[in-house]
């Protein structure tokens, strides 16, 4: 997850400022120690040198006379140099005349595992002095110059190398140095970032305090307060850019006065459009609903048109052809067993027919209604009593004596499909609860199954011409009982749940009193 800092413009400028002198600071010091160490390892360089050759001068006469004792003696006073902390002079055949040692153990050790034939047989063979730097973990710890001891005698005019001087001088004194001169420089550069660094903070501060001036006016127009002004500065740059935001600050205040005068002005449009807006929607609408009321009547015309005139002209033949099947029964020949169950198959069918042709004529006839008085408990009491119900279906009725202003044969088709509707649903029986009464100046009339009940699935169907679950069903049923509520102004309800049977509910206005 990256974590973002945000930082004011001062912070940023004085850590930049910060971060640049201690970068030229590292950059300059760093140049200033490699300067240093350089120059005093080339003159320890030189100094060793100088001393092996003035050794190596001076010890020709007591090797070549065979006297250590005067070796020893230059020997000695060349290593009262402080630096120097080998002095060794070997003879021609390898042999250690003289030596002075005042070594570390690393250095010792070092010079104990090196053999000495490594750069000798240089000096030897071309009189070339060999120097050489010893490091110990990258770093130079000591310096070695070996210088041979030439001879000239008459007879060899080049001279003859007679033995070597070895001289060691150890860096410690110029590390010392150096580590004063790295403290020295350190506390300098300190001094120099934090004296640098203040003297910068007092400048950005002076040049960010007329920026943070015209920040907080910036801020203030931002907010809305097109009054403030930023005021003149004295560094020309930041006076140029105080005139800027000033003069667009004015600018401002009168493009947003425009805008304002512009906003109202869309507003009152929007509302009127949107007032139009409204009255198209309700319109179409409307136009919708009548469309699809429209295609209902045609439909309802249609179907209805249809199927009263096929019903009347299956219904005569079909009522001949029940008076022939009844007289056929009679005869002598169609009294055995499976001619009764044949005449009676025949004899269901034709009254199944009978009753799909009722319903046809029920839906056709559904168009006009003539509304009369009439008491809601003697109707149904009377169509209840034309009713044959199944043997195993009870019927419980609750009828208050109420007159209304109904329509008598249609009334007749909503009980009766009703009724209907409920004994199919009850196919192994149940019971019919049938009640009349009043609610404020509105008919109540329920009528109540314990069948299977309705399907949440098709509850928005069953009103459907056409529609229907049963197996020899036409889906009228509920299509004529929802017109003639609806012709009566009045509507219809329907409460159902799963095994619990089906309630339908129906409030017609136009009570004239109980």
């Known amino acids: 997850m990256k974590i973002r800092f945000k930082a004011s413009l001062r912070a940023q400028l004085v850590v930049l400022v910060v971060v640049i002198v201690v970068f030229v600071v590292v950059v300059f010091s760093s140049f200033f120690i490699s300067t240093y160490k350089s120059s005093f390892i080339q003159s320890l360089q030189l100094d060793t040198k100088r001393q092996a050759y003035r050794l190596a001068d001076s010890v020709v006469s007591g090797i070549c006379l065979g006297r250590n004792d005067i070796v020893e003696h230059y020997v000695g006073n060349i290593t009262r140099e402080s630096d120097i902390v080998c002095v060794e002079v070997y003879g021609k055949d390898f042999n250690r005349l003289a030596n002075f040692q005042v070594l570390g153990k690393q250095l010792e050790n070092f010079l104990a595992s090196r053999k000495m034939s490594e750069n000798v047989d240089v000096v030897f063979k071309k009189q070339k002095s060999v120097e050489y730097f010893y490091k110990y973990k990258g770093k130079i710890r000591a310096f070695e110059f070996i210088s041979p001891v030439v001879s000239y005698k008459q007879e060899n005019v080049n001279g003859e190398v007679i033995g070597f001087v070895r001289v060691i001088a150890s860096l410690k004194s110029i590390d010392e140095r150096l580590?004063?001169?790295v403290k020295s420089i350190v506390l300098l550069a300190v001094y120099i970032v934090v004296i640098s660094s203040l003297l910068w903070v007092m400048a950005i501060r002076m040049f960010l305090e007329p920026i943070n001036k015209i920040v907080s006016v910036a801020k203030q127009i931002s907010q809305g307060d097109l009054s403030s002004k930023v005021p003149m500065f004295?560094?020309?740059?930041?006076?140029?850019?105080?005139?800027?935001?000033?003069?667009?600050?004015?600018?401002?205040?009168?493009?947003?006065?425009?805008?304002?005068?512009e906003k109202e002005r869309l507003l009152g449009a929007k509302k009127s459009l949107e007032l139009?807006?409204?009255?198209?929607?309700?319109?179409?609408?409307?136009?919708?609903?009548?469309?699809?009321e429209i295609k209902k009547e045609e439909r309802f015309y249609t179907i209805g048109k249809l199927a009263g005139s096929l019903a009347h002209e299956i219904k005569n033949p079909?009522?001949?052809?029940?008076?022939?099947?009844?007289?056929?029964?009679k005869a002598e020949n169609f009294r055995n067993e499976k001619s009764k169950e044949?005449?009676?198959?025949?004899?269901?069918?034709?009254?199944?027919?009978?009753?799909?042709?009722?319903?046809?004529?029920?839906?056709?006839e559904v168009s006009n209604i003539n509304k009369t008085q009439n008491y809601v408990d003697e109707l149904v009491n009377e169509i209840i009593k034309a009713t044959c119900l199944p043997s195993n279906v009870s019927l419980k009725m609750d009828l208050k004596h109420i007159a209304v202003l109904i329509d008598e044969k249609s009334f007749e088709k909503i009980i009766r499909h009703l009724v209907k509707n409920a004994v199919d649903a009850m196919p192994s029986g149940g019971k019919i609860s049938i009640s009349v009464g009043k609610v404020d100046t509105k008919l109540e009339l329920k009528i109540k199954d314990t069948g299977v009940g309705i399907d949440n699935e098709i509850r928005g169907k069953i009103y459907e011409p056409l529609y229907t679950t049963k197996v020899n069903g036409v889906g009228l049923g509920l299509s004529i009982v929802k017109r003639i509520v609806e012709l009566h102004e009045g509507i219809i309800l329907m409460n159902s749940k799963i095994g619990g049977g089906a309630e339908f509910s129906i409030y017609i206005p136009g009570v004239l009193g109980p």
């Open 179 to 181: 580590s004063k001169i």
């Open 342 to 364: 044949m005449i009676r198959i025949f004899t269901d069918n034709i009254t199944r027919i009978n009753n799909i042709l009722t319903e046809l004529l029920d839906y056709s």
């Open 276 to 292: 139009k807006n409204q009255s198209i929607k309700d319109l179409i609408a409307k136009e919708r609903q009548l469309h699809v």
């Open 234 to 261: 004295k560094i020309v740059e930041l006076r140029i850019l105080a005139v800027a935001v000033n003069v667009m600050s004015r600018h401002l205040k009168k493009v947003l006065n425009v805008l304002d005068n």
């Open 318 to 329: 079909l009522a001949g052809l029940k008076n022939a099947i009844y007289f056929i029964s």
